[in-house]
T-cell receptor, first 116, second 110 residues
Framework: EPEVTQTPSHQVTQMGQEVILRCVPI?????FYWYRQILGQKVEFLVS????????KSEIFDDQFSVERPDGSNFTLKIRSTKLEDSAMYFC??????????????FGPGTRLTVL | RKEVEQDPGPFNVPEGATVAFNCTYS??????FFWYRQDCRKEPKLLMS???SGNEDGRFTAQLNRASQYISLLIRDSKLSDSATYLC???????????FGGGTRLMVKP
């Protein structure tokens, strides 16, 4: 069964450093997403991406965040200057289409980001 | 008011028990509804979509009441492997943003 993959599984960084989290969505999917989950809290939407542009973003997704699809397979989330409160599990997801209940978002295993 | 609200539990039940979880959502314009399952420190995985007519998948039955903005999940004949956190998830009419509830933790004991 095709799956979303993410690298690295765990990233440790110093406050103020830039990090790039990488995702390979399922190959024929067209919509890509990033979510985060702070330890012990709920999963929160960050951003969705379609046709090489952001289609929606939450208020969490401020100017410190950016997304990119640099080639035909990877989808990245960049945090320019990490803060302690950015420590969380970051999940990438993809879906074939959207707007219908049959079009599932499939989640990757996540990258655990620890900001020291 | 929280957008998607769930009882956090935990629900501690013996194997073979029937257990029900409920969820309420605040956005009446929501279009799609799901139950996801999340194991400890793992990604959410789709358990089932929820349709207005109600739907069943093996031991799992989901119901949606749009008038009351209420979603339910019933698990029959609980297995040890059902132990997990069950996430109520709502998709907005904008199409591609999932809003998650805080989850209900289920622990099935031998």
């Amino acid at each position: 069964e095709p799956e979303v993959t993410q690298t690295p599984s765990h990233q440790v960084t110093q406050m103020g450093q830039e990090v790039i989290l990488r995702c390979v969505p399922i190959s024929n999917h067209l919509y890509f997403y990033w979510y985060r989950q702070i330890l012990g809290q709920k999963v929160e939407f960050l951003v969705s991406f379609y046709n090489n542009e952001i289609s929606e973003k939450s208020e969490i997704f401020d100017d410190q965040f950016s997304v990119e699809r640099p080639d035909g397979s990877n989808f990245t989330l960049k945090i320019r200057s990490t803060k302690l409160e950015d420590s969380a599990m970051y999940f990438c997801a993809s879906s074939l289409v959207t707007g219908r209940s049959t079009d599932t978002q499939y989640f990757g295993p996540g990258t655990r980001l620890t900001v020291l | 008011r929280k957008e998607v609200e769930q009882d956090p539990g935990p629900f501690n039940v013996p194997e073979g028990a029937t257990v029900a979880f409920n969820c309420t959502y605040s956005n009446s314009a929501s279009q799609s509804f799901f139950w996801y399952r999340q194991d400890c420190r793992k990604e959410p995985k789709l358990l089932m979509s929820v349709y207005s007519s109600g739907n069943e998948d093996g031991r799992f039955t989901a119901q949606l009441n749009r008038a009351s903005q209420y979603i339910s999940l019933l698990i029959r004949d609980s297995k040890l492997s059902d132990s997990a956190t069950y996430l109520c998830v709502v998709e907005s009419n904008a199409g591609n943003m999932l809003t998650f509830g805080g989850g209900t933790r289920l622990m099935v004991k031998p």
